[in-house]
């Protein structure tokens, strides 16, 4: 049983929630585990190569935010897709005319990839839909007589709630509520092991699957900085008489092409926090997690037992040869 002699610390060690199924990321390796339909387990491990590594320059704050960030993004994306192909076939989703195109196009290893990058596209342009473009054009039909910042306030608490309803939706649906089990299995394993206790299902069980470092509570510290951060930049847009004349429609359009801009300074800045409060323990920190842990009371389920012979498996093959290795 893997066990760690200092109690209480605060690992670097994180995850995701896969289709029946976790994957856990440790400071060199990542492991992907799934329960398969005659309920073996199916492990797969994989060396991390980071591109800080060859550019340094890329490791620096705030920018290695950015750059950790589509990394995630592309790597939880091909487990995702790695732990659907495991399903038994009658579960399986038949492939689309685009993926059949980019197999005949591509070949199936470059399609693979391919399919991966469109899938990213996609949901990044369906993200900046429903979180972007539709908050902005609901601020645009605000009355103008409220004060300038505290439309932006309003339109940030827009989005939130836009977050939240859309949060509420999808637990509705049955395979999510599975996700999301997965998704506490993950963070009880890992609140386990930063207690030093031995990894088994009994541990892991009592644990909290509330998790201050967590892409839940990521999500909610990029929307609390973008209230600032937007309520600054229209504020600047605002003095330049150019953009104040321009119509409704077309200054909702300036706005959204800015916010694009600044989004990856955003996401650098909120990295940094979540980095910060991940590896403290104090009044500031907790209370800087504490809407993103009330958020994961919807993006987090209570998980049985084979959830957490999964989460531990996958935390098992990723925990460092090198003692201190995987802390803050």
């Not at 670097?12 to 440790?26: D, F, K, N, P, V």
């Not at 309803?165 to 089990?181: E, G, N, P, Q």
């Not at 650098?268 to 991940?278: D, K, S």
């Amino acid at each position: 049983m893997a066990e760690n002699k200092n109690s209480d610390f605060k690992t670097s060690i994180g995850g995701q929630a896969l289709i029946e199924g976790i994957l856990m990321r440790g400071p060199k390796k990542q492991a992907i585990v799934c329960r398969l339909y005659d309920g073996t387990i199916k492990s797969k491990v994989e060396e991390l190569k980071f591109t800080k590594d060859k550019y340094p320059i890329l490791g620096l704050p705030v920018i290695r935010g950015v750059i950790m960030f589509i990394d995630s993004m592309a790597k939880g994306m091909k487990a995702l897709m790695y732990s659907a192909e495991l399903l038994p076939e009658d579960q399986q989703t038949e492939p689309g005319k685009l993926d059949l195109w980019l197999e005949k196009k591509f070949g199936s290893e470059k399609a693979e990839k391919a399919a991966i990058s469109v899938a990213l596209v996609i949901g990044l342009l369906l993200a900046v839909g429903l979180f972007v473009l539709l908050p902005s054009f609901l601020f645009e039909l605000l009355p103008s007589g409220i004060h300038l910042i505290l439309r932006c306030v309003i339109e940030g608490v827009i989005r939130i709630v836009i977050v939240i309803a859309y949060l509420w939706l999808v637990t509705r649906l049955d395979d999510i509520k599975r996700l999301f089990a997965y998704h506490g299995a993950e963070h009880k394993t890992i609140f386990c092991y930063e207690k030093g206790l031995p990894l088994t299902v009994e541990n892991v069980r009592e644990q909290s699957r509330f998790h201050p470092r967590c892409g839940t509570s990521f999500l909610v510290v990029v929307m609390v900085i973008s209230i600032f951060v937007v309520s600054v930049m229209t504020w600047v847009l605002s003095l330049f008489p150019g953009v104040a004349a321009l119509p409704r429609v077309l200054a909702a359009l300036v706005r959204v092409a800015a916010k694009l801009v600044l989004l990856p300074f955003i996401v650098g800045i909120t990295y940094e926090i979540n980095r910060w409060v991940g590896g403290h323990d104090n009044a500031f920190s907790r209370a800087v997690a504490w809407p993103g842990k009330k958020i994961q009371r919807l993006t987090t389920n209570e998980p049985d037992d084979g959830m957490i012979e999964c989460a531990i498996e996958s935390l098992r093959l990723v925990l460092p040869e090198t003692e201190g290795e995987d802390r803050w």
